[in-house]
């Protein structure tokens, strides 16, 4: 029997020969995505990928790798796709996406339109950007908002797209795909709730608390302490506000800011209601032009896969080629076809950047369905 040491360096001579004989497939490929570029012809050619996997395990003498061989060529093909798609960089033919950059964001209508009430989180994070004398109004709903910018009644909507402790706003993520808006900048502010109550209100009289599904989830180490309390979701945390307000029951609470019991005349019951110190909600700031400032630093994208194995992982491998940090991921049901699902990335870069195009060429080559959301 060998002992280890000569069998590692078997093996080692072995890996020297797979280098070289890796190298010179490369050289290979580099001509391939030459004649390609020269004739236009598209670089995934997926009937060739499958005649050649047939072929590689035809080869195999011991049956038993043939399943190792072909999960090693997918590998192969997928490496030499990723580099004819950078010297399609290098060639010149650039993915342009649409989007302008400009210095700072233009206005039209200098108004920017935000979901709920005043005092509002919403509010809170569009004075946090734009400033505190913005010209603004509210609706009802987030829908609302992305109707008001698409018809050109506000320049901007802000909207909130996660929360660091109750997760993500599944509804927006559906209307960026819906509408053909563009994220444009994302603000983060901290949330801090509180009880709020009429001014004649006790902490000992509240039986009943109305509040934002995600506020009240964020609050529900506090609410576990009273569990006899009926908790009703409100549309904001804003009307939750309201509706204890105007109804003038001092049963009643309402979770909110601070600034919204100040806004309202309510007593605060009771403050840092949240479980989590450090709880923050990213908003979007989304408009209806195409464009992104020039120093912008992520890309926010979503796609479709098709639904078979290994198809999420060789998307997700052109992030990884190309040295690209992907910050976020999630995924979404698409409406009418059952168990499966769209997909949300976003990325550290930007659409000028050599990297951030090679990635998004193989997208669009290899996805069902891309779509540049944003870059800011």
């Known amino acids: ?78 490496m030499s796709r990723k580099r004819q798609y950078q010297l399609l960089n290098w060639y010149g033919q650039i993915e342009e996406f649409g989007f302008s950059q400009v210095d700072k964001l233009p206005f039209i209508t200098n108004k920017v339109v935000y979901q709920g009430m005043e005092g509002s989180y919403s509010e809170l994070a569009m004075k946090a950007y734009f400033g505190e004398n913005t010209n603004s109004f509210h609706v009802e709903t987030w829908e609302d908002a992305m109707e008001a910018i698409r018809n050109g009644e506000a320049d901007y909507a802000v909207l909130p797209i996660e929360n660091s402790s109750a997760g993500i706003v599944g509804e927006n993520f559906d209307l960026l795909v819906k509408y053909d808006n563009y994220i444009v900048a994302e603000q983060i502010i901290k949330i801090e709730h509180a009880l709020l109550g009429l001014p004649e209100s006790n902490l000992s009289d509240i039986t009943c608390v109305y509040s934002h599904p995600q506020a009240l989830m964020q609050s529900i180490d506090f609410l576990e302490e009273h569990k006899n309390w009926k908790r009703i979701k409100a549309g904001n945390t804003a009307f939750a506000a309201i509706k204890v307000l105007e109804d003038k029951k001092k049963n009643q609470a309402a979770i909110a800011s601070i600034e919204t019991a100040k806004k309202y005349g309510l007593k605060i019951l009771k403050t840092h209601i949240n479980y989590s110190k450090e709880n923050s909600t990213r908003f979007i700031i989304v408009g209806n032009q195409n464009i992104s400032l020039k120093e912008a630093k992520k ?66 080559e290899e996805a069902l369905y891309i779509n540049v959301l944003g870059n800011y």
Do not use: W
């Open 1 to 78: 029997m060998k002992n280890l040491g000569e069998i590692r360096e078997e093996i080692d001579e072995i890996d020297s020969q797979i280098v070289a004989l890796y190298e010179e497939r490369m050289k290979r490929t580099t001509e391939v995505a030459e004649y390609k570029i020269s004739v236009g012809k598209p670089v995934l050619d997926k009937e060739r990928e499958k005649e050649k996997i047939l072929k590689v395990k035809e080869l195999v003498k011991d049956k038993k790798n043939s399943y190792d061989m072909e999960e090693l060529f997918e590998q192969i093909m997928a």
């Open 299 to 364: 890309v926010s994208i979503c796609f479709e896969v098709s639904h078979e194995s290994g198809s999420l992982y060789h998307i997700l491998s052109h992030f990884m080629f190309n040295n690209l940090n992907m910050v976020k991921i999630e995924s979404r049901p698409i409406k009418d076809k059952s168990f499966e699902y769209r997909f949300f990335v976003d990325l550290e870069g930007n659409l000028k950047d050599g990297a951030v195009q090679n990635a998004l060429k193989g997208l669009i």
